[in-house]
């Protein structure tokens, strides 16, 4: 089983959908949870950083962490085409440990 | 957010050439940067953990001697392919760590990518 697992997609979602990310892991230590945003031929962006369990919201994306069930999920609403790049969630133990990355989910947003 | 730059965006280069690829923190010291690669639709692999004025950690199966990184300073780390081969053709991206309050943050750069023929 794969440290942290996310479905590739891709997924393709109208203009103004309410998208859903999500990824699972395995590893009951991870406390520091990331979702990055990597459009194509270029580096991962900083999108939601969040520790422990809980709901973060920034704008249209709001970050979700259920530590019980060892899942995360990134909610974008009102979805727009410059959101269509690949989502990847990330994780670590402590703040000073390796982060794991998720393959990433492709998403598309049709105008 | 913080900025992260990589130098050559692109680098075309023949076969059995080196090619040297820098990463700058650009307004904050990084104590600890770390050099990806990716292949075209998967996610990122860790080549190796640079850190300022020591030895880099290699992960699992990257040789060292063919992919050499060099952190002179807290804001750069250099990382520098040796006898470039087709197969080492990807793209190359690093990231610098950088502390805010209690929280490591991980900011990447745009990336290099490199062809080799």
């Known amino acids: 089983q794969k440290e942290v697992e996310q479905d590739p997609g891709p997924l393709s979602v109208p203009e103004g959908a309410i998208v859903s990310l999500n990824c699972t892991y395995s590893?009951?230590?991870?406390?520091?949870f990331m979702w990055y945003r990597q459009y194509s031929r270029k580096g991962p962006e900083l999108l939601m950083y969040t520790y422990s369990s809980g709901n973060k919201e920034d704008g249209r994306f709001t970050a979700q962490v259920d530590k019980s069930s060892k899942y995360i999920s990134l909610f974008i609403r009102d979805s727009q085409p410059s959101d269509s790049a690949t989502y990847l969630c990330?994780?670590?133990?402590?703040?000073?440990?390796?982060?794991?990355f998720g393959p990433g989910t492709s998403l598309s947003v049709i105008p | 957010g913080a900025v992260v730059s990589q130098h050559p965006s692109w680098v075309i280069c023949k076969s059995g050439t080196s090619v040297k690829i820098e990463c700058r923190s650009l307004d904050f010291q990084a104590t600890t940067m770390f050099w990806y690669r990716q292949f075209p639709k998967q996610s990122l692999m860790l080549m190796a953990t640079s850190n300022e004025g020591s030895k880099a950690t290699y992960e699992q199966g990257v040789e060292k001697d063919k992919f050499l990184i060099n952190h002179a300073s807290l804001t750069l780390s250099t990382l520098t392919v040796t006898s470039a081969h087709p197969e080492d053709s990807s793209f190359y991206i690093c990231s610098a760590t950088r502390l805010a309050g209690f929280l490591e943050t991980q900011y990447f750069g745009p990336g290099t990518r490199l062809l080799v023929l």
């Open positions: 990330a994780m670590k133990g402590t703040s000073y440990d390796k982060v794991i």
């Open positions: 590893n009951s230590a991870f406390q520091y």
